[in-house]
C-alpha cells in the first residue's frame, strides 16, 4: 500500500505540452471559448487617460487612498464621485426595477418610498454595486442620494466601487453627449 502511495506521489514523467492535443490532453478537456454575448472588451483604461480633470483627480485620490489602506474614505469618495457623474449624465440612471421580475432580483423598497438600482435583463444598464454596505437610491425627488449601512469598508468593496466608477467614467468618456 506504501508503494502505490509513493508512486502516486511521483511526478508524472511526460509534462502537459507534451501530451499535443490528443483526447486524453488536459486541453481537449477543456471548454471551448464562450462568445461575449454581444458584449465588447474594453481595453483597461489607465487614470491618467481619463480626459475630465476633475473625474481624474478623482480616480487619482481614490487610488491613492486604496493604496494608502484607507478604504471606508476611498469607498465614500467614489460613491461620491459617481454622484457627480449621475448630475452630470442623468441618462446614466438606470430604469426603475421591474416590480414582476422574480423577488431575488428585485430590491426592497426603502423606508422613504424611493427604489434602489435597477433594471434586469440583458438591455439593464449598470448600476452601483450593491452587495456593499453604501447603496446609490436612484429615485429620490432630490434626485439620487447615498445611503450608508455601515461605516467602514473593506478592500473588496473599495474596489467593487473604484473599478464601477472607471468604467463609468471611461464610457461617459466615450458616449459623451456634449
Known amino acids: 500500500m506504501l508503494r502505490i502511495a509513493i508512486a502516486l506521489l511521483r511526478p508524472h514523467p511526460l509534462k502537459v505540452e507534451d501530451w499535443g492535443d490528443t483526447p486524453q490532453s488536459p486541453r481537449a478537456w ?8 454581444g458584449r465588447v472588451e474594453i481595453a483597461m483604461v489607465k487614470i491618467a487617460e481619463i480626459e475630465d480633470v476633475a473625474f481624474r483627480e478623482a480616480l487619482e485620490r481614490v487610488d491613492g487612498l ?8 476611498a469607498a465614500r469618495l467614489c460613491a461620491e464621485t459617481y454622484l457627480k457623474l449621475l448630475a452630470k449624465r442623468p441618462d446614466f440612471i438606470p430604469p426603475p426595477p421591474d416590480p414582476r421580475a ?5 430590491d426592497d423598497l426603502p423606508q422613504s ?16 454595486p450593491n452587495q ?11 434626485g ?35
Open 30 to 37: 477543456a471548454a471551448p471559448p464562450r462568445p461575449l454575448l
Open 66 to 73: 486604496i493604496a494608502d489602506g484607507d478604504y471606508t474614505q
Open 102 to 106: 422574480l423577488p431575488q432580483f428585485r
Open 113 to 128: 418610498g424611493s427604489r434602489l438600482a435597477g433594471g434586469t435583463g440583458p438591455a439593464a444598464r449598470p448600476s452601483w
Open 132 to 142: 456593499g454596505g453604501l447603496k446609490v437610491l436612484y429615485y429620490e425627488a432630490a
Open 144 to 178: 439620487p442620494q447615498l445611503r450608508f449601512e455601515k461605516e467602514r469598508f473593506g478592500l473588496a468593496e473599495a474596489t467593487s466601487y473604484f473599478e464601477f466608477l472607471i468604467d463609468e467614467v471611461v464610457r461617459d468618456q466615450r458616449t459623451d453627449s456634449g
